[in-house]
C-alpha cells in the first residue's frame, strides 16, 4: 500500500525558508515521478514541482520557479522541498504525491504559515 | 497549461438526489482525466481516474464519462457521505485541477 508522510511544515516568517520532507512507503520510490502540490486556506489543489526518478529532469509551477527546489534521496526513498524567499501567497498545505497509472496518492499534508 | 473549469462551483442538493458535475478543460486532455472527492480537514481522495474507472473501494453511485475537453462525473442517489468538495484533474503533461464544486445538502 501506498503511503506518503510529509514532514517540516510550520510557522515562518515572509522572506524565510523552509524545508519539506516526505517518506515513502510501500511502492519502487527509485522507479517513479514524484510531485508536491499545495492547496492554499479555503482553496483548490495546486501542482507545485515534480521530479524525474533520476533527477535529470525537474519541473515547477511558475509561481515558485527561482525559489524552490525540489530533490530526493532514492536511497532513503524520500522526498524533498526547499522553499525559499517565502511569500504570503505560499502559505497551504503542502502534500507530497504519487501519480502513478492516473492516480494520484496523497500524503496527510504538512501545513505551511507565512507571518508578516 | 490546461485549465479546468468545473461548474456548478456549489450544488444544493437533497439525499437521494442524483447529481452531475461538469468539468470542462482549455484543451484536449484524451482520457487522462480524474475525480477527486476531499471533505474537511483530509486529504483529497480518488473517485475516478483514466476518465471512467471507479477507484477501489468507491461506491458504483460514482460514474465517470467524456472525452476530449468535457467530462461529467455523476452521482446517483446521493447519501450523506457524499457531501464533500469534487475536483476535477487532468494528468496529460503537466496536472492541473478544477476549482472545485461543493456539494452541500439543501
Redesign the interface.
Known sequence: EVQLVESGGGLVQRGGSLRLSCAAYGFSFSRYWMSWARQAPGKGLEWVAKIKPDESEKYYVDSVKGRFTVSRDNAEESLYLQMNSLRDDDAAVYYCVLLLQGITYWGQGTRVTVSS | ETVLTQSPATLSVSPGDRVTLSCRASQSVGG?F?W?QQKPGQ??R?VI??TS?R?TGVSARFSGSGSGTEFTLTIGSLQSEDFAVY?C?Q?DG???????TRLEIK
Do not use: E, L
Not at chain 2, 503537466?94 to 472545485?100: L, V, Y
Open positions: 487522462n480524474a477527486y486529504s483529497p480518488v481516474y483514466d474507472t477507484a475536483y484533474q494528468y503537466w496536472p492541473t485541477f478544477g476549482q472545485g
